[in-house]
């Protein structure tokens, strides 16, 4: 399933109106909460692979069973990102920067439950979830220090120990395995679904589904590009661009575009899957239309409510 010859795109686009649910949170009110308890990675730091603020870093793994022994579900913990100093620092005071803030307790619901009536292709499947504490979809390997703060960009060295810990445990000797995530999790899959492939046995199958991840390069309602200007702070300040694709990065202007799905896609070998919602809320917000791009708030009702956006609004968005 690794040569390009096999290489499947499902792209599914929601384009209903109404409330959107990703995969990640589909959860029934009758569904056992299964509680998952944390890893701490064990030796994390001696690789420099630590949270922002220094903390080690952490997963939560539940064991499979019986036909699903040997196969593995990976999901990135999603979470947005942070571009400055000012906004890494705030956030590493939070349970998106350390693990000292985290749940030790996890709830695995969705595609992590283990109700095969909710969850039936993978109730019974070694379930890992990636707890995300770098800010920049585990890509980045940098340090910041100014004399007095220190924040540590390592997703790139958090990805490398978690496996690395996790391959021991039965990882290398899994059938078949599937990288995915949500949102910002969403996104690292993109990032790291060859490196899995190459980091496992040419025997096992190794697929990619983002959930919510795939963020667009694309011009806001006022005509300019603000996500492109936050992506590109994000990958300069946490040292992303030498852990994007080389054939990504020499193939564009600006190779910090490679962060960006649309980009980074073509040049993915194994077998992947897209599930995205048309009307997102983030993007919809945050890259279509930014605050910085509506001052006078005439689109507060549509982005309240995409069932009241007027024509010429759906227009746009359909755009």
Not at 47 to 55: E, F, H, N, Q
Not at 79 to 84: E, L, N, T, V
Not at 108 to 132: A, E, T
């Amino acid at each position: 399933m690794r040569n390009s010859s096999f290489f499947a795109i499902l792209l599914v686009i929601l384009v209903g109106l109404g409330p959107w649910r990703s995969i990640h949170s589909l959860e029934s009110k009758q569904e056992m909460r299964l509680s998952v308890a944390m890893t701490i990675v064990p030796h994390a730091g001696s690789l420099g692979a630590v949270c922002l603020d220094g903390s080690p870093p952490a997963y939560h793994l539940h064991r499979g069973f019986g036909a699903g022994a040997r196969n593995w579900l990976l999901q990135f913990e999603g979470g947005g990102w942070c571009d400055d100093v000012s906004s890494c620092l705030e956030r590493s005071r939070t349970r998106r920067g350390s693990t000292r803030y985290m749940n030790k307790l996890e709830v695995f619901s969705g595609i992590l439950s283990n109700n095969p009536s909710m969850n039936p292709d993978f109730y019974d499947w070694n379930r890992v979830k990636l707890r995300y504490c770098d800010g920049a979809s585990f890509a980045g390997d940098s340090v910041y220090h100014n004399g007095t703060t220190v924040l540590y960009f390592r997703g790139q060295r958090i990805w490398d120990a978690i496996i690395l810990d996790l391959l021991p445990k039965g990882l290398s000797q899994a059938q078949k395995v599937l990288l995915s995530g949500c949102s910002a999790g969403g996104l690292a899959t993109f990032l790291h679904c060859d490196d899995l492939a190459r980091l496992l046995p040419k025997a096992t199958t190794v697929k990619c589904m983002s959930d919510a991840g795939f963020f667009l390069d694309v011009k806001d309602i006022s005509g300019k590009n603000t996500i492109r200007s936050f992506f590109s702070s994000l990958v300069t300040l946490q040292g992303v661009q030498k852990y994007l694709n080389r054939n990504c990065a020499g193939s564009l202007d600006y190779p910090y575009q490679c962060f960006f799905p649309q980009h980074a896609l073509t040049y993915i070998r194994s077998p992947y899957f897209i599930l995205n919602s048309a009307y997102d809320v983030y993007q919809f917000h945050h890259i279509f239309v930014p605050p910085s791009a509506d001052p006078y708030g005439h689109w507060n009702r549509c982005k309240s409510n995409p069932a009241a956006c007027t024509a010429n609004q759906i227009a746009i968005l359909q755009e």
